[in-house]
């Protein structure tokens, strides 16, 4: 009788779990036709190398495909526009001044640098998921300047339409990554060191490149890991976005394969946001926390080159608690180093940040001693906007306290996600953009003072932190690693 009751029991909890799932999924239809329609550049899924296929080619190989699938964007989308959509605000009108065609440099395209004599070094740098080398270019720059060959892959689905997301795979990257590596040393020559800088996305595949080169003989080991933002873990919801995408494969419901349709004005990176890409960023995440784990258990990880990262204590987009726990608590003595940007705790809103934000370092960080040195920018200690580096050195509980020079800007309460890669200076992204360069806006100079309904885009999506005012202090850290002066 026990086990009768049991089989009902169980067939009623799966009868409930298929009606609520059926129901789910009929709302997320419903819902999805809401908002704006699709436009070409959500249609169009250019033709990308797939992960076989890079690891077929060579980097010659790899950038005409790249110009190949940038021609078919200009055939499908850009020459075939209805009037409607030929506007100021659209990066794929010509006439435009953010399409990027007309930019003296597309920071869209794969970038190779080299520096002006014999290389001293490689790197290769990886942009963030929806975005460009453009996220890249400060730090590529200051390597070449530094003796090193600085190749920036442009990943598949990147660069393009934001439809290049909605059939890319997280291999497809992984591959790319490979291949610039072989690239980078190649002209470097053997022998020469090898840096991996990852940016959000691109951070977990440059920590999954370094853990490849751990377990493959064949793949040049790298000899320092620098991470901004670096996606080890992203948020619970991204776990299930594929199947918020499922209404899609029937044709009327195709705008539920998108978690984001909004105008694309921003030259170098994606605003709409396809469910797939959040599918395989989070693919991404759930292939490496692991394998972090399984090294380490192993004792592996003592392998591994130091690991450099800058992580603002707030960040909407990846987690950072998941960097402290489930990659910097797993780290051997190696030298690595976690820099933390702290709130602005001497800014006026004060009374409207959420309940425990202030105590989100302490939170976050486990009690010392740790084997990795921690350091926090912050101006917790100082009573003004003027900022410190509180540092505590890996196995001591001792914190020692330095003055930057640099201050938190008074109408800026904590950095974002998308801010860390640049300066204030940068001419699409900062708040004082040098003029210098032309890229058709400025994004990060945009004042937020005026009525809903205006702009094209809402007031949230310009809302948030585009640019690093400790920038300088980030890339002087950079920079230690490249000169050989780490501390």
Avoid: C
């Amino acid at each position: 009788m026990p086990g009768a009751m049991l089989k009902r029991l169980a067939k009623r909890a799966a009868w409930l779990v298929v009606v609520s799932a059926l129901t789910l999924l009929a709302v997320r239809a419903f819902d999805s036709q809401r908002g704006p329609p699709l436009e070409p550049w959500h249609r169009v899924v250019p033709t990308e190398l797939t992960a076989d296929e890079i690891a077929g080619t060579d980097w010659q190989g790899y950038v005409a495909a790249e110009d190949a699938v940038l021609e078919e964007v200009r055939t499908r989308v850009t020459r075939r526009l209805d009037p409607k959509d030929r506007v100021p605000a659209n990066r794929y009108f010509e006439d435009s001044p953010v399409y990027p065609g007309r930019f003296s440099h597309d920071w869209n395209r794969s970038q190779l640098m080299e520096p002006a004599g014999t290389p001293v070094g490689a790197v290769v740098l990886l942009h963030g998921l929806t975005d460009s080398p453009y996220s890249m270019r400060q730090v590529a720059r200051r390597y070449r300047d530094r003796g090193f060959v600085a190749v920036v892959p442009r990943l598949p689905g990147h660069g393009t339409v934001p439809a290049g997301l909605s059939n890319v795979h997280w291999e497809d990257w992984a591959a790319a990554t490979r291949l610039a590596v072989r690239e980078a040393m190649r002209r470097a020559g053997p022998g020469r060191p090898l840096h991996v800088v990852g940016y959000s996305n691109g951070g977990a595949l440059a920590v999954k490149y370094a853990l490849d080169a751990i377990e493959e003989p064949g793949l040049t080991r790298p000899t320092r890991i620098v991470l901004i933002s670096p996606m080890i873990g992203v948020t619970e919801m991204a776990r299930f976005a594929g199947f918020a995408g499922l209404p899609a494969i029937f044709p009327p419901f195709a705008k539920a394969a998108w978690l984001g349709i909004v105008p694309e004005f921003n030259p170098f990176k994606y605003n709409s946001f396809p469910v797939n890409g959040a599918r395989q960023s989070s693919l991404v995440t759930r292939a490496l926390q692991p394998r972090i784990a399984r090294l380490a258990r192993e004792g592996r990880l003592t392998e591994l080159a130091p690991v450099l990262t800058f992580q603002s204590v707030t960040d909407f987009t990846v987690s950072t608690t998941a960097v402290v726990d489930a990659l910097y608590e797993h780290l051997p003595a190696n030298g690595s180093e976690l820099v933390l940007y702290d709130l602005n705790r001497h800014t006026k809103f004060g009374p409207l940040l959420r309940a425990g934000k202030e105590t989100l370092v302490d939170r976050l960080l486990p009690d010392a001693p740790r084997r990795y040195r921690t350091t926090v920018v912050s101006n917790a200690d100082m009573g003004s906007y003027e900022v410190t580096e509180r540092v505590t050195e890996a196995g001591t509980t001792v914190q020692s306290v330095r003055p930057l020079g640099l201050r938190y800007p008074g109408d800026v309460f904590s950095l974002s996600h998308v801010a860390l890669p640049f300066p204030e200076d940068d001419p699409v992204y900062g708040g004082a953009p040098d003029l210098a360069e032309d890229f058709g806006v400025h994004l990060g100079a945009v004042a937020l003072r005026g009525e809903r309904g205006t702009l094209v885009v809402s007031l949230d999506a310009l809302g948030r932190t585009s640019w690093n005012p400790f920038f300088p202090y980030q890339l002087e850290r950079i920079e230690e690693g490249i000169s050989g002066t780490a501390r």
